[in-house]
């Protein structure tokens, strides 16, 4: 008898008899996909510009992504929204990042429908389309598109990977990690790095291995199965993590420094065909130090943290080349349609110096030439939280005007590359339609032959705002139908419409010439000039690096834009306009647990990212942890809070308490007891009180004394003057009995674990003082 399948909310078809003998069964259909439906890979780089692909003109190896540019298509006019959340998300939904509520990082929300960090259930990801036409969907790598206090293991979990349609997940929550100390998870528990990087370890390397590996369990079993795969490396993101061997390939390459590197890979790109023959480069960057200015001793800093930097970069290549010669060898690469996107231009958060402590710019704290120096040997390893001068950052973006966090096109204009030989006949050639991050979900359905679901899981869809630019896989001269496109990032705005572009950028054209520093607040009187006076207008089709502003000349055009951009804020939830960056960190949000002052952690649970952790910048604390020392002795970490780029560590060692406070990797507190700990149950307590005010915009959080309990008698103190003003460390957060992640200190070897056993670790950010150390003491003999 033939199988009989009926599609699902169908009647049942067969016969139900009162006996099998007289029965006709029938079967639920299977999800499908349609036959030889293509699989889907989109490949997102982390703060990649324009200029740093060997395939767009850059002295950098990617030979595995110019395969694929060889092979398919080059774009040189797709745009993102210059920051990396809000990017990802458009990607993923098909909706600009203010219709996501997307407006900047998880981490800067604010209270306002465009920037809550809730992407709504309308908004449906291109996951859980895929899932409902018989798709695998894995996302492995960088997440960032989850409510920062939601991702804790207190959830909830509809707004992480597997809520939002994808089958398996394995990767970091948050905006950035340590590559060699990693964050990681796995569905939705946290995980450890299977190895230490002193056994080689490194996240690409991992992920690389993790994609291969979910593909491969799949296939074997259905072959015919296609999949959706979302590989998002956390490179080229600061840390710039590499081994040795990686960076000293390009020793020497980077010493005519950056001006010299702008020249070369210009040049390039006009051969390459990515700019006309006429384009003219853009200006040189006020705010970026002439390389001829630049000392010996900043010329050899600066040219070692690009070395790191390209070794990186080519490091991350040979790591999808490696999944794309798996798919190769399944025979699937043919027919999979392969999308490469970095989420916005390169980064300057290195600052003008570079850095070897990203952590230092999110908290306003000044580099040191004298003390990155003193790393350059060590740059690359896990040590350091290392990222390049915003000169590299400038001329990575080659040809455009500035980086990422702002709008002109160094910021929004990023590589691009469509691969798909099954699909496309067209190969090794260079596209110039205008295209969006929003159109990548059109695009993608479009050549599945799929429409827009009308709802996803009971949930009625909003439309999609981007349009598919598969007219122009075949077709070089197809008409771009993405016609008009605000943009809007921490108060710099702009919009191209046709021909123009315009844009009014906040501060300024730089900090230089605006006088004003990044993050400085817009209030209603400036905004009010600004749209008199702050708007410059470009003709992209001729002027395409933005060299001449021709808002005097065309007032008309100008102020046409200027209400088309307020017509599109209207319609995707754009207002209010910010310009606020480091400040919003601070910014108060509802979170799982109502406010406390006491914090209760347990070991053997999972660490507590640094957003859910207890805020402890800036204000009195009291740490205690109820412990049971042997008869013997015990050693180790009661409780660790951050890592290599910022927090503290509180541990025994030698019988005595120690309490190691990183200052952002620029300076470390170190207060012992006077005397030992005795075997016992005890309750050992750190304690500080502040002793002045936090200066935050000068990198300065509150000084104050540190005091060391053991049962509530002080047994050392010491002062610390100056402490991290506002975020403790962007990598690691609470962990109880080790040090885990990147580790705080080097004065012991991590993870460090603690030998006797700890009940719990008691946080109180009361302001009161010392907690009743009997009464915790009481509670926790009747638990016993």
């Given at each position: 008898m033939p199988l009989t399948e009926y599609p699902a909310g169908r009647a049942f078809p067969g016969v139900v008899g009162r006996t099998f003998d007289v029965s006709e069964p029938a079967w639920p259909e299977p999800r499908r996909a349609a036959d030889d439906a293509p699989n889907v890979l989109f490949v997102i780089l982390d703060d990649t510009g324009f200029g740093q692909l060997g395939c767009y003109g850059s002295p950098i190896e990617t030979p595995n992504l110019d395969r694929l540019a060889e092979g398919g298509l080059?774009?040189?006019?797709?745009?993102?929204?210059?920051?990396?959340?809000?990017?990802?998300?458009?990607?993923?939904t098909g909706r600009n990042h203010h219709s996501n509520h997307m407006a900047g990082i998880t981490e800067i929300s604010t209270g306002f429908p465009g920037y809550d960090g809730y992407i709504p259930f309308e908004n449906g990801f291109l996951s859980e389309t895929l899932l409902g036409h018989g798709y695998n969907t894995y996302a492995v790598g960088k997440w960032h598109l989850t409510p920062a206090d939601q991702t804790s293991a207190a959830g909830p979990y509809d707004r992480w990977p597997l809520g939002r349609g994808f089958e398996r997940y394995y990767g970091f929550m948050g905006g950035d990690t340590h590559q060699y100390y990693p964050e990681l998870t796995r569905d939705n528990h946290r995980v450890e790095p299977p190895r230490t990087p002193e056994q080689g370890y490194h996240l690409t390397e991992d992920l690389a291995d993790t994609a291969i590996a979910f593909i491969a369990d799949a296939k074997q079993v259905a072959p015919n199965k296609p999949f959706f795969l979302y590989f998002a490396t956390g490179a080229m993101h600061a840390p710039h993590h590499v081994a040795r061997e990686w960076a000293d390939r390009y020793a020497g390459v980077f010493d005519d420094g950056w001006d010299a590197y702008r020249e070369r890979v210009f040049a390039r790109q006009r051969e390459?065909?990515?700019?006309?023959?006429?384009?003219?480069?853009?200006?040189?960057?006020?705010?970026?130090?002439?390389?001829?200015?630049?000392?010996?001793?900043?010329?050899?800093?600066y040219a070692r943290m690009m070395?790191?930097?390209?070794?990186?970069l080519t490091h991350t290549d040979h790591q999808i080349g490696r999944l794309l010669d798996f798919l190769d060898d399944l025979g699937e690469l043919e027919n999979t349609l392969v999308m490469v996107l970095s989420d916005n231009g390169a980064s300057a958060e290195g600052g003008p110096t570079g850095s070897v402590n990203e952590n230092k710019f999110f908290n306003f704290v000044p580099e040191s030439l004298e003390q990155n120096l003193a790393a350059i040997d060590e740059l690359g390893g896990p040590k350091h939280f290392n990222h390049y001068p915003w000169g590299w950052a400038w001329a990575g973006n080659t040809p455009f005007r500035r980086w990422k966090r702002e709008?002109?096109?160094?910021?929004?204009?990023?590589?691009?590359?469509?691969?798909w030989p099954r699909g496309i006949a067209s190969h090794g050639e260079v596209r110039h339609q205008y295209a969006h991050a929003i159109d990548l979900v059109p695009t993608v359905l479009d050549a599945l032959g799929l429409e827009p679901p009308d709802q996803l899981r009971g949930v009625t869809q909003a439309p999609l705002e981007g349009v598919s630019f598969a007219s122009t896989f075949d077709d070089a001269d197809a008409p771009t139908r993405h016609v008009t496109q605000y943009f809007e990032m921490l108060g710099t705005r702009a919009i191209h419409h046709g021909e123009w572009r315009a844009v009014c950028p906040w501060p300024g054209p730089s900090f230089a010439e605006s006088g004003r520093p990044?993050?400085?607040?817009?209030?209603?009187?400036?905004?009010?000039?600004?749209?008199?006076?702050?708007?410059e207008l470009y003709h992209v089709t001729e002027d395409p690096t933005e060299n001449h502003d021709l808002a005097a000349e065309h007032r008309d055009v100008l102020i046409e834009?200027?209400?088309?951009?307020?017509?599109?804020?209207g319609k995707y939830n754009v207002l209010p306009v910010d310009g606020r960056g480091q400040q919003r960190l601070a910014e108060e949000r509802p979170m799982i647990a109502p406010p406390r002052t006491r914090y209760v952690y347990r070991p053997g649970t999972q660490e507590v990212p640094s957003v859910a952790a207890p805020r402890l910048v800036?204000?009195?604390?009291?740490?205690?942890?109820l412990v049971t020392v042997p008869d013997d002795g015990a050693e180790g970490v009661l409780v660790s809070q951050g890592g290599v780029d910022g927090g503290f560590t509180f541990f025994l060692r030698d019988g005595r308490l120690h309490y190691v406070y990183n200052y952002v990797a620029d300076q470390e507190f170190h207060v012992v007891s006077d005397g030992t700990v005795p075997p016992g149950r005890h309750a050992l307590s750190f304690e500080f009180a502040p002793t002045g005010e936090a200066r935050t915009t000068e990198g300065k959080g509150t000084p104050g004394t540190a005091t060391l309990f053991v049962d509530g008698v002080a047994i050392g103190s010491g002062e610390l003057p100056v402490t991290i003003p506002i975020a403790m460390g962007l990598a690691s957060g609470v962990?109880?009995?080790?040090?885990?992640?990147?580790?705080?200190?080097?004065?012991?070897?991590?993870?460090?674990?603690?030998?006797?056993?700890?009940?719990?670790?008691?946080?109180?950010?009361?302001g009161d003082g010392i907690v009743d150390h009997e009464a915790e003491i009481r509670i926790a003999l009747a638990r016993q």
């Open positions: 080059r774009y040189a006019n797709m745009h993102t929204t210059a920051l990396c959340s809000p990017t990802r998300s458009c990607v993923l390459l065909g990515l700019l006309p023959s006429d384009a003219e480069l853009s200006r040189h960057d006020p705010d970026v130090q002439l390389w001829q200015d630049c000392s010996d001793d900043e010329r050899r800093l070395e790191v930097f390209a070794g990186y709008t002109y096109r160094g910021g929004v204009s990023d590589p691009f590359i469509v691969h990044f993050g400085t607040p817009i209030t209603d009187q400036e905004l009010t000039t600004l749209d008199a006076t702050g708007w834009l200027i209400a088309q951009w307020y017509v599109e804020a800036n204000r009195a604390h009291t740490i205690t942890a962990a109880v009995g080790a040090d885990a992640g990147s580790p705080v200190t080097q004065v012991y070897s991590a993870p460090f674990p603690f030998t006797g056993d700890i009940d719990r670790v008691v946080y109180d950010v009361s």
